[in-house]
């Protein structure tokens, strides 16, 4: 098995629990145009507003003439506002603290602009040599782009760079790039699925 040189996190049920914060953002968006709402119960439509960039997620829940008017509008809010929905996964700080002095850190997410004033507000830019979003790239997540960018970022070889991810859609884009994968939140189909950054920290090698 190939070293691992530089980790790259997801965003959204990796780093933050933002579940709330998500919908409330494209729930702003449906409402603006007049559609029914999303909540945590329909699991499918939840589940896409969590993991697919913007883009995606207006193809599925928008008629296509109005994609491009809600995508223009969702251009003008500031997520800012919905920053307080959402929190740092357990043990977050301490583990990256750990982790940043011993490895390069990315991110690499489907977010587009929001993730950079996140990671400030909460205190954790200063970890992540490099972060990539849906705006740096042609195709986001499920393609293996973003992977490929972020472990160009970090200067290394994309087989010696370990994503952790909690989808389908990181699961995939890590198979593509052919950069190694846990699955976080108990996600199954990577080298090891942990369901917290302690049990992320316990299956790292020690430096």
Request: charge should be negative.
């Amino acid at each position: 098995m190939s070293r691992i040189d530089g980790i790259i996190f997801d965003c959204d049920g990796v780093l933050f629990e933002s579940r709330d914060a998500n919908l409330a953002y494209y729930n702003q968006v449906l409402e603006k145009f007049a559609y029914p709402l999303v909540s945590h119960e329909q699991k499918e439509r939840a589940h896409l507003c969590h993991t697919a960039c913007s883009v995606d997620v207006f193809a599925v829940l928008l008629k296509k003439e109005d994609v491009k008017p809600a995508l223009d509008y969702a251009a003008t809010l500031d997520f800012r506002d919905f920053i307080p929905f959402m929190k740092p996964e357990p043990h977050l700080p301490e583990v990256l603290e750990q982790l940043a002095a011993e490895y390069p850190l990315a991110v690499a997410t489907n977010r587009g602009t929001s993730v950079e004033p996140i990671l400030s507000h909460f205190g954790l830019e200063a970890y992540f040599s490099a972060v990539v979003t849906s705006k740096d790239v042609a195709k986001p997540k499920p393609a293996p782009d973003m992977l490929l960018l972020a472990s160009q970022r970090l200067g290394f070889a994309p087989e010696n760079c370990l994503f952790i991810g909690d989808s389908e859609l990181d699961q995939m884009a890590a198979a593509g790039a052919n950069v190694r994968f846990v699955g976080y939140g108990g996600l199954a189909g990577g080298e090891v699925a942990v369901n917290s950054h302690l049990q992320l920290l316990d299956y790292l090698p020690k430096g």
